[in-house]
């Protein structure tokens, strides 16, 4: 079964799960708009594809992860949207969680997937108990404080933030978790996974402000031009156009040369490279041309 | 060391581990404001009372359950006083955590605070390895959903609602996350305990429905009279005080009841009656007079 159809199985049966009797209806319509229809799913595919490098051994548990992963960046997405922070009418195309279903439901929503991504954790447990406690740090350490995506977010309330660390932890942190959680899953040392995640995540995020700065909503499927208007740190802001795209490219060579060694380490490389090579915007892909 | 002691000592490791390195200033206060100075610490206590009646031979395991529970409850607090909520300008006597802080550092200290809980017990799991599952899933069920708090505050935004249900997963759900989360800790069998709690959560609900009727703001804490303002469910507003009265009291009798044998039922019984003898408010309790 290949990683997409495994992703959305276990994202599949988590909301099923969330859905039980008891479940309010409309707070469980708001839970599958944060989650269906799928978006890149790019942290739940690295997972896979470092569990996978590392063997793999416990695929009921490696799933558990990457879907935990995946309802957390949800959660995130649900709660950066709201009035208080970026205030997105649209995400994915379609409206975002609080425009869709109202501010109370879009809160609960997120509170629901942050809470469901430890309860499908918990019930993959039996896979491989030993596994759980090191794979419930590696992910909530990076969500939550003092350096998870909860953190980085925090940063856009300080009056001073430093923005290789605002990155690192808002983005970078669940990217980290993706390639960590893989590894701890198939009973790898996930430590050493962190850095190549890292610059994963590093590089998604400037991207981000790349496709932020140069593209229009259409392409974005949400409002673009967001990191001027709120006046939020931005690698384009800082280094220009010209300084992210070479920042960008020193971060994925780094991501590449972070992998590892391990018995998947071959292919692991090919799929790093074709997913770092997809992040650039097509109107600056020259690869592409 | 007693309870009280054991609580706040575990909330004050919680928090001192979140508000490490990489933590913005801004959130770590308004995390340190939901947390401290001290409520009743109702939940945690009764946690700590079951895993002491089951012979509590993992206590570091049963104060990072028992402060999980706090943390979590805690963040519900927090996001329930939201604007989109009951924006509440108070809590505990002082103003609400978005008041004091804003409405962007409320939302992520909530969020921030119920990632905390799992990763506390991810961190105590050696002193008991195997209770880490069950003890996962007895919390993270009672707070997310299908039936835990979050499915509760989810009704308020339903055309429809049973007041049972409501008030079994709004409050309910936590109490017995606390008896059963004890004996989890313990080792006990988690299940034989979720009775207990679930009724104490409903005594304790339909106490704060008395009070919210017939008390003001200054005994309270908070601002009286939200049920009524906010066309809320309320056990005064189905039943009429003397019925919500003698509601209170079947309930206390059936969680007395509800106590499973176990080493410490005796001393057990004796919390459970004094702590549900404070839950009247004093002008109602005749046996203070």
Redesign the interface.
């Known amino acids: 079964m290949d990683a997409v159809t495994r992703i959305e199985r276990a994202l599949a049966a988590a909301l099923a799960?969330?859905?039980?009797?008891?479940?309010?209806?409309?707070?469980?319509q708001a839970?599958q708009h944060a989650v269906f229809p799928r978006g890149a799913r790019v942290r739940p595919r690295l997972c896979l594809a470092v569990a996978g490098a590392c063997g793999d051994d416990a695929p009921a548990l490696s799933e558990a992860a990457a879907a935990a992963i995946e309802l957390l960046h949800c959660?995130s997405l649900v709660?950066d949207d709201?009035p208080?922070?970026d205030d997105a009418a649209t995400r994915r195309g379609r409206p975002s969680v609080h425009r869709a279903h109202?501010?109370?439901?879009a809160?609960?929503a997120?509170?629901?997937l942050?809470?469901?991504a430890?309860?499908i954790?918990?019930?993959a447990?039996?896979a491989a108990?030993?596994r759980?406690?090191p794979l419930?740090?590696t992910i909530?350490?990076s969500?939550?404080?003092?350096?998870?995506i909860?953190?980085g977010?925090?940063?856009?309330?300080?009056p001073r933030c430093d923005l290789a660390?605002y990155q690192r932890?808002k983005t970078g942190s669940l990217f980290a978790a993706a390639t960590a959680a893989g590894a701890a899953a198939a009973g790898a040392d996930a430590a050493t996974w962190r850095r190549l995640g890292d610059r994963l995540g590093e590089a998604y995020q400037v991207a981000d402000d790349i496709r932020d700065a140069i593209e229009d909503e259409a392409a974005m499927g949400k409002p673009a031009g967001q990191d001027a208007a709120h006046a939020r740190p931005s690698a384009v802001l800082e280094l220009g156009l010209s300084g992210a795209i070479a920042h960008l490219e020193d971060l994925a060579a780094e991501a590449v040369a972070a992998i590892p060694p391990c018995p998947g380490g071959g292919e692991l490389r090919a799929v790093i490279l074709s997913e770092t090579r997809r992040l650039l915007p097509r109107k600056l892909d020259v690869s592409a041309a």
Chains 1, 2 share one sequence.
């Open positions: 799960l969330a859905e039980g009797p008891g479940c309010p209806p409309r707070l469980a839970m959660a709660h709201l208080c922070f109202g501010e109370p439901l809160v609960l997120g509170d629901a942050i809470v469901l430890f309860q954790l918990a019930r447990a039996p108990p030993a759980l406690a419930l740090l909530g350490d969500v939550g404080v003092p350096r998870g909860v953190a977010q925090g940063w856009e309330s300080e660390e932890e």
